[in-house]
């Protein structure tokens, strides 16, 4: 019989403990319950900025859905631990539940602290701690700037890693905002004094007021008993705001240990040891909650490592805890900072090196030995780009001058190539070192990003490891003789963006002209189509246009998605999913009279499915007639343009998201690109388009529209990253045009734009400097490339209607035009039909079977 685990706590390292348990018990010898005090699953605490950018609570949630729904695991949401009985081994819940264990493990983290200032339990008071928080936090600013009639003034006190979070969701909610903080500097535990400096003047830049060196005295109410008002020591006059917010550290959760009689340290944090095990052999403490080694420790990383060792030590290992890894590296408010090692010097002998660029907001700063040879630590504020490479290298030899180190990258001066030691740590989150990631590369042969951080696990948390990552891989691969071919296909020894570039400058327009200029063979499957689209994207000719029909797979040469029994499916535009009622009618009648399946999308369009292929020219020419046309629904092509109501009609939209949805859906239709692309338009934050799913989406703002980029659906879902913010339509256009063609030139075949953003060298901030600071100055080529797509832009569908050549192609027998394809069979489902399945075609002729239209074979005469 398996013995029970029980957790308290449902953070991210109760998370972590359970899918670690889950994974190595292989043997089924634990069953575990997990009490959690939130009414949600566990989420992503680190990532509750991202609430402000339009994700979504189910967005940070953790974890594969499974886990909970697994037999061995029971997680108990809106469940409060009160009691402790060591005796009885039992945890009682609030509401009355006594849970007995057999192992008792310790999750409960932390709490926001709240200094004893007059007034800090005020309405319009709160602190940075949980979702509820941020969302409670969200609700009163933007209920008050609405009843005062102007932006919000708000205050964060504390200028630490959380005061600058909750500064940056203020302002990004149109607050004005003001951080206070008692230390002389910001990021006083991370950063040194000048990277404070460096850090404050980047901030103040941005419009943010900072106060260093100053305490809070009391928080002043108006009439009604909100917040009217700070007063700061040393000032005479009370800064007037109307809504702060406590970001002034955390205390652990240990109450529930305490009264149980478990040892707690001088700060507070259950006493444990090396093993995570506390003076009960049956109960452990992990995270935040935990006082290992005379401390608690506030960062996730040590608490994944803790929950780990908890689990190794269940299944009978004695890993011990390593020591904290305290490096960090964040962008706080659009800020670049990171903070590693030694970065204070406190070792003895340790020498200072630092590089400051005041105008450009940069500060660096590496801490090395006596002889300058060996790594110690390091701080990087306004470009912390050098990070991922030498946080693993702290403690080893740099090899090199460190002084290149901290060279801006187009300084022209290489930074120096050193062999990491394979007992580095690569990522942090998970424990993954170097050593890992070439075993992965050799042993496993994992061969891409994708295939390693299945292996290893490594960038599968914040991700800020996936640059070193793919570099230790490429290295790897490069030891083995593993040469990583950018080939097309064996015909083509280009890669899709080098082969576009070609072919672009040498104005090729032919299959056959680029395949002798740049290839060799008669081509395949694969360079095929990529041409076509090369050439489709490049010239905006007719997609069956020349030579360009035979290059085509099926569904482009037949301009109709190709289905499972041998018919099509034809998706009438319908831009926004705006559609008039007599258009209805048209789908309506053009369904009954062909007898087509149909079915509402999740692209807000309704699919006519079943057509034989001689019947597309006649459903594509009563859709002409009616004023609508044929849409992409098949091909790597703009698809649709998803929108909720908007402002026309929601009580909640802020601007007009059909409106812009039906633009950007005229504009990009027709637009040929790597991989199948989608955009979505929300008309408020509440983001009922689902937009940040999307390649492109746009979210409505008071002032305008933010733009996400690279999100994507399908087998690896990704949720798209703000590109920009607050810019109005005609600023959004030419942003969307540019990212859209940056991205059909230099993406690779088949890459969706999520993992294109991702490989692309720099990121998304490269992409950011490119598409929309210009900073290699193609905006305009970009912008023309796509007015002349625009311009060119003609109903494909129509064009086949006015051709009788093409037209021909459209029969299921050349001998016999006319005649339907005799091997369809459908059944009636739900009062439409669908495909027979093959039990139904053996039961043809009966009144409940198939409606057999002939035979499934045709007779042959010898």
Known sequence: MSEHVVVVGGGMVAHRFVEALTARDTGSAFHVTVVAEEDRAPYDRVGLSAFFSGSTPEDLTLGAPGLWESPGTTLRTGSRAVSLDREGQCVTTADGTRLAYDHLVLATGSYAWVPPVPGADLAGVFVYRTIDDVIALRDWVVRRAAELGRPVRGAVIGGGLLGLEAAGA???????????????????????????????????????????????????????????????????????????????????????????????????????????????????????VACIEGRCLGLVAPGYTMAEIAVDRLLGG??????????????????????????????????????????????????????????????????????????????????????????????????????????????????????????????????????????????????????????????????????????????????????????MVSELRTFSEILTRFGTGRGCDICKPVIASILASLYDEHVLAGDRAALQD?????????????????????????????????????????????????????????????????????????????????????????????????????????????????????????????????????????????????IATENGWNIYVGGNGGFTPRHAELLVEDVDDATAIAIIDRYLVYYVRTADRLQRTAPWQQEHEGGLDRIREIVVDDALGIAADLEAHMARHVDDYEDEWAAVLRDPVRLRQFSSFVNAPDAADPTLAYVTERGQRRPATAAERAAGGTSSGPVLIAPTTLEVRS
């Open 318 to 503: 004695d890993a011990t805890f390593p020591g904290a890894d305290l490096s960090t590296k964040l962008k706080l408010l659009g800020v670049d900072v990171a903070s590693f090692g030694d970065a204070f010097a406190t070792t003895p002998g340790a020498l200072e090196l630092v590089h400051s660029d005041p105008v450009a907001g940069v500060y660096k700063k590496l801490v090395v030995t006596d002889d300058a040879r060996t790594l110690l630590g390091g701080v990087l504020v306004g470009d912390a780009s050098a990070y991922a490479s030498l946080r693993p290298m702290v403690g080893a030899e740099l090899g090199a001058d460190p002084g290149l180190w901290l060279l801006p990258e187009n300084a022209g001066a290489a930074r120096p190539q050193v062999d990491l030691p394979a007992e580095a740590a690569v990522c942090s989150c998970n424990n993954v070192t170097v050593g890992a990631v070439r075993d992965a590369v050799t042993d496993h042969q994992c061969h891409d990003v994708a295939a390693v951080k299945a292996c290893t696990r490594a960038g599968t948390s914040c991700g800020s490891c996936i640059p070193l990552v793919k570099k230790i891989m490429g290295a790897e691969m490069a030891k083995a003789g593993v040469i990583v071919s950018t080939a097309l296909c064996e015909h083509v020894g280009l890669s899709r963006a080098e082969l576009f570039n070609a072919v």
């Open 554 to 698: 099926t569904n482009d040469r037949y301009m109709a998605n190709l289905q499972k029994d041998g018919t099509y499916s034809v998706v009438p535009r319908v831009p926004g999913g705006e559609i008039l009622p007599e258009q209805l009618v048209l789908i309506g009648r053009i369904a009954q009279d062909y007898g087509l399946y149909t079915k509402i999308t999740g692209g807000q369009r309704i699919d006519l499915f079943g057509a034989r292929l001689e019947q597309l020219p006649g459903i594509w020419q009563r859709l002409v007639d009616g004023g609508m046309e044929s849409g992409h629904a098949y091909g790597k092509s703009l698809r649709t343009v998803k929108s909720c109501v908007g402002s026309s009609w929601c009580r909640f939209g802020v601007q007009d998201s059909v409106g812009m949805a039906v633009l950007l859906e005229l504009r990009y239709r027709g637009l040929r690109s790597p991989h199948k692309i989608k955009l979505g338009v929300s008309g408020c934050a509440r983001e009922c388009a689902e937009a940040r799913g999307k390649d492109v989406g746009l």
């Open 170 to 288: 203020v302002v990004g909610l149109g607050a004005e905002c003001t951080v206070v903080e008692f230390a002389p500097r910001l990021m006083a535990l991370q950063v040194d004094e000048g990277g404070g400096h460096a850090l404050r003047r980047t901030i103040e830049a941005m419009g943010v007021d900072v106060r260093l060196g100053t305490a809070s005295e009391r928080i002043e109410a108006d009439a009604d008993g909100r917040v009217a008002g700070l007063r700061l020591s040393g000032e005479e006059d009370p800064l007037p705001v109307d809504v702060v917010v406590f970001a002034t550290g955390v205390r652990p959760r240990d109450e529930l240990a305490g009264a149980a009689g478990l040892p707690t340290g001088a700060r507070g944090g259950v006493v444990v040891d090396e093993g995570c095990r506390t003076p009960d052999p049956l109960i452990w403490a992990i995270g935040e």
